[in-house]
T-cell receptor, first 116, second 112 residues
Framework: GAVVSQHPSWVICKSGTSVKIECRSL??????MFWYRQFPKQSLMLMAT?????????EQGVEKDKFLINHASLTLSTLTVTSAHPEDSSFYIC????????????FGPGTRLTVT | QQQVKQSPQSLIVQKGGISIINCAYE??????FPWYQQFPGKGPALLIA?????SEKKEGRFTISFNKSAKQFSLHIMDSQPGDSATYFC???????????FGTGTRLKVLA
């Protein structure tokens, strides 16, 4: 089956610093990737949609200057949390869609971010 | 209109029993309804999905029942096993967007 990886799986950073999270589709090309955020014992909330080679589309209420998304290739998307604060601590999950004709997306294993 | 309501919030079932989780939506534009299983600290994994033109879909022990007129769909887990203990999310998406609106999740515990 299709595999999506994320790196790192967990990261601790100090308040005010930036952290980058990578999302890779390992065995397929992903025309579209999605970034979700999940607080403990809560549901997944879509943050943004990224298409390879174009600017990401952010959901209402998501600060695009704080959560920088780059989809540089068909297998890699990155999420950079800039000037992180403790309230940004969360579980960040990406998903990738294989291409046209596929209604479903594959989710990565998630990245646990803790800002101290 | 964008919400997907999921119930119950938590569920305890005996081994071998049937687990039933329900979801309801308002937006009739939704055309794809997947169910995901998530273990603690892991990403969600697709279990089964359905489109509105089908009333039921079965894959192994998992069945989706879909009621288009009532705008409701449910997941049935037959012969529930302790290994099924996880959080289950329903979701919905609109045509061409592939952006999922997730339900609030159901924490299932199957007792051995």
């Amino acid at each position: 089956g299709a595999v999506v990886s994320q790196h790192p799986s967990w990261v601790i950073c100090k308040s005010g610093t930036s952290v980058k999270i990578e999302c890779r589709s390992l065995d397929f090309q992903a025309t579209t990737m999605f970034w979700y955020r999940q607080f403990p014992k809560q549901s997944l909330m879509l943050m943004a949609t990224s298409n390879e080679g174009s600017k990401a589309t952010y959901e209402q209420g998501v600060e695009k200057d704080k959560f920088l998304i780059n989809h540089a290739s068909l297998t890699l998307s990155t999420l950079t949390v800039t000037s992180a604060h403790p309230e940004d601590s969360s579980f960040y999950i990406c998903s990738a869609r294989p291409g046209t004709g596929f209604p479903y997306t594959y989710f990565g294993p998630g990245t646990r971010l803790t800002v101290t | 209109q964008q919400q997907v309501k999921q119930s119950p919030q938590s569920l305890i079932v005996q081994k071998g029993g049937i687990s039933i989780i329900n979801c309801a939506y308002e937006n009739t534009a939704f055309d794809y309804f997947p169910w995901y299983q998530q273990f603690p600290g892991k990403g969600p994994a697709l279990l089964i999905a359905i489109r509105p033109d089908v009333s039921e879909k079965k894959e192994g022990r998992f069945t989706i029942s879909f009621n288009k007129s009532a705008k409701q769909f449910s997941l049935h887990i037959m012969d529930s096993q302790p290994g099924d203990s996880a959080t289950y999310f329903c979701a919905a998406s609109k045509p061409g967007t592939y952006k999922y609106i997730f339900g609030t999740g159901t924490r299932l515990k199957v007792l051995a």
